[in-house]
DNA sequence: CTGCCTTTGAAGATG
DNA sequence: CATCTTCAAAGGCAG
């Protein structure tokens, strides 16, 4: 039974329950659950092992997270036509080929999952904006990076969970889709300058990190 | 118009 | 296994 599902009819079919019916939802309680933080050895060609991906129909996570979700833009992959039912593989595995949402008219890469920081900027973004002081987003970034560690860590804990939970959909949206799939998008003109590059902006950070604790 | 900048975190690539 | 690299978002800015 071919069948095309928007995220939205996923939301009706999966019923009104805002909270999930998992049995064993994951905490993450600083510190004490720190080490709950390895994300039930997920792995990146769609495989869980644990209970999470065993829905037959639709993941319990699928309202929550597209109700938390409110602030991807309308071409977001998570608001597209899904062309393959969920948690149900088609053939020939999907991680043979370059995975794609949408119609066929206007295919559009599958993007990464974001992760527990992204959540929170684009949660936070509008704050700063608002503040009127920067302009630039990666003036912004900056901000954002400095109040992300200033952060409390039970405020942290639900980025974490949130983009854990990102994960678990994203997974059960598209099964087999690796992050391989986008590699070489951009290019590799940085290539030349990355590492002593990348060692300015550790030397940078480290600095803004001893600015932060008062010990510069 | 295209790509850079800037951040953190996840995951793939490499040695 | 440790380290490095790429890409997720955002939008002003420079070439």
Not at 69 to 89: F, K, T, W
Request: charged share 25%.
């Amino acid at each position: 039974m071919e069948q095309i599902l928007t995220a939205e009819e996923m939301l009706f079919m999966s019923g009104n329950d805002a909270e999930p019916n998992c049995d064993k939802q994951p905490s993450f309680d600083w510190p004490a659950q720190e080490s709950e933080l390895q994300y039930c050895s997920l792995t990146s060609r769609g495989q869980i092992n644990s209970h999470a991906a065993s829905a037959t129909s639709v993941h319990p996570l699928v309202p929550l997270l597209l109700h938390s979700d409110r602030h991807l833009p309308l071409r977001s992959p998570y608001s597209q036509p899904i062309s393959e039912p969920v948690a149900r593989q088609a053939d020939p595995p999907s991680w043979t080929r370059p995975c794609y949402h949408g119609n066929s008219v206007s295919r559009q890469p599958v993007k990464k999952p974001l992760n527990a920081f992204m959540l929170y900027m684009k949660e936070t973004r509008h704050q700063v904006l608002q503040e009127g002081r920067e302009k630039e987003s990666s003036a912004i970034n900056r901000i954002l990076g400095r109040r992300w560690h200033a952060l409390p860590r039970s405020e942290q804990s639900r980025f974490y969970d949130l983009a854990q939970k990102e994960r678990l959909l994203h997974m059960q949206l598209y099964p087999g889709w690796s992050a391989r799939d986008n590699y070489g998008k951009r290019k590799r003109k940085q290539l030349a300058g990355s590492s002593s590059r990348n060692t300015t902006n550790n030397l940078k950070h480290l600095d803004e990190r001893f600015v932060t604790l008062g010990l510069k």
